[in-house]
């Protein structure tokens, strides 16, 4: 099975930008991110196929991008006018098939902490 390392984060004020990168062990089709703040549930934030077809929450929509390098089998979140709603732990996942916010992962990188100060 793929295995996922993720790497980045850290502590930023807001207006700030963070970028998250996690590498596959393989290829797999679908890659994302996910992030699970302090008592809320955990949040599809945005993913990428490898086709680059991609898809964003709401919430960060307009502020983070998602990347693919399908030869490193590296994605990569790049986080800018973070605000301290944007506070979690991010996990990389990924999937064999189908490729958007809904679908279920199962594939899981271990987390990163992102944390936005006011």
Same mark, same amino acid.
């Given at each position: $099975?793929?295995?996922? @390392?993720?790497?980045?984060? =850290?502590? @930023?004020?807001?207006? =700030?930008?963070?970028?998250?990168?996690?590498?596959?062990?393989?290829?797999? &089709?679908?890659?994302?991110? &996910?992030?699970?703040?302090?008592?809320?549930?955990?949040?599809? @934030?945005? *993913?990428?196929?490898?086709?680059?077809?991609?898809?964003?929450?709401?919430?960060?929509?307009?502020?983070?991008?998602?990347?693919?390098?399908?030869?490193?089998?590296?994605?990569?979140?790049?986080?800018?006018?973070?605000?301290?709603?944007?506070?979690?732990?991010?996990?990389? #996942? #990924?999937?064999?098939?189908?490729?958007?916010?809904?679908?279920? &992962?199962? @594939?899981?990188? $271990?987390? *990163? $902490?992102?944390?936005?100060?006011?």
């Amino acid at each position: $099975q793929v295995q996922l @390392v993720e790497s980045g984060g =850290g502590s @930023v004020q807001a207006g =700030g930008s963070l970028r998250l990168s996690c590498t596959a062990s393989g290829y797999i &089709f679908c890659m994302g991110w &996910f992030r699970q703040g302090a008592g809320k549930e955990r949040e599809a @934030v945005s *993913t990428i196929s490898s086709t680059a077809v991609t898809y964003y929450a709401d919430s960060v929509r307009g502020r983070f991008t998602i990347s693919r390098d399908n030869a490193k089998n590296t994605v990569t979140l790049q986080m800018n006018s973070l605000v301290p709603e944007d506070t979690a732990m991010y996990y990389c #996942a #990924a999937r064999p098939g189908y490729c958007n916010l809904i679908v279920s &992962f199962n @594939v899981w990188g $271990q987390g *990163t $902490q992102v944390a936005v100060s006011s």
